[in-house]
């Protein structure tokens, strides 16, 4: 199968090949235009000065696919949902390092950071997106109502079943009161 190239970023042209399995590994899909048009958002997504050269965008774009390639999306959807992430936790960086650029004032520091903190929330929350799609998310259970009958004993607290309790015996849970 013959490579397809892409042209990003928008602060200026590279060109990059990569091969239809490599597109579909790094979006979750097989479709072309859309597996071009995702990668392309990802690389559009990242900041670059207007002298970086060519070398240091192509790297960037490449980081951008290997980034998208480890979160391994499973299917467009995935694909969707791992272009954003790349391009929220690029943007979060790009805010952080603007908080720290030299001559900064500290109100710009104040926005810059509060904004990577919104970013930062904003990636937390589509990763538990893309565990709970892929049935990774921590499970809980909920009593409302516990009734305990005469010479019955009830826990009050979380109660943490990870592993067996050092104690003589059978294995307890441990009790963190609450």
């Keep these: 199968?013959?490579?397809e190239s892409a042209v990003a970023p928008a602060c200026g042209p590279v060109t990059f090949?990569?091969?239809?399995?490599e597109v579909?590994?790094?979006?979750?899909?097989?479709?072309a235009a859309l597996g071009g048009r995702l990668i392309a958002q990802a690389a559009h997504a990242l900041w670059a000065p207007a002298d970086q050269s060519e070398a240091?965008?192509?790297?960037?774009?490449?980081?951008?696919?290997?980034?998208?390639?480890?979160?391994?999306?499973?299917?467009?959807?995935?694909?969707?949902l791992a272009t954003q992430m790349v391009a929220v936790h690029n943007t979060a960086m790009e805010c952080l390092r603007r908080a720290q650029a030299e001559g900064q004032t500290g109100d710009g520091r104040d926005r810059s950071l509060r904004q990577a903190?919104?970013?930062?929330?904003?990636?937390?929350?589509?990763?538990?997106?893309?565990?709970?799609?892929?049935?990774?998310?921590?499970?809980?259970?909920?009593?409302?109502?516990?009734?305990?009958e005469a010479g019955g004993q009830a826990v009050v607290?979380?109660?943490n079943m990870a592993g067996p309790a050092q104690v003589d015996g059978p294995a307890r849970p441990s009790v963190h009161g609450g």
């Design 24 to 31: 579909a590994q790094a979006t979750g899909t097989e479709d």
């Design 1 to 3: 199968m013959e490579p």
């Design 56 to 80: 240091e965008r192509r790297a960037g774009v490449q980081a951008a696919v290997a980034a998208l390639k480890g979160l391994a999306p499973r299917d467009a959807l995935e694909g969707l």
């Design 17 to 21: 090949t990569l091969y239809p399995a």
């Design 117 to 148: 903190v919104r970013l930062a929330d904003l990636y937390a929350r589509q990763a538990e997106t893309l565990d709970r799609r892929r049935g990774r998310a921590p499970h809980s259970i909920r009593v409302e109502q516990v009734t305990v």
């Design 157 to 159: 607290g979380a109660v």
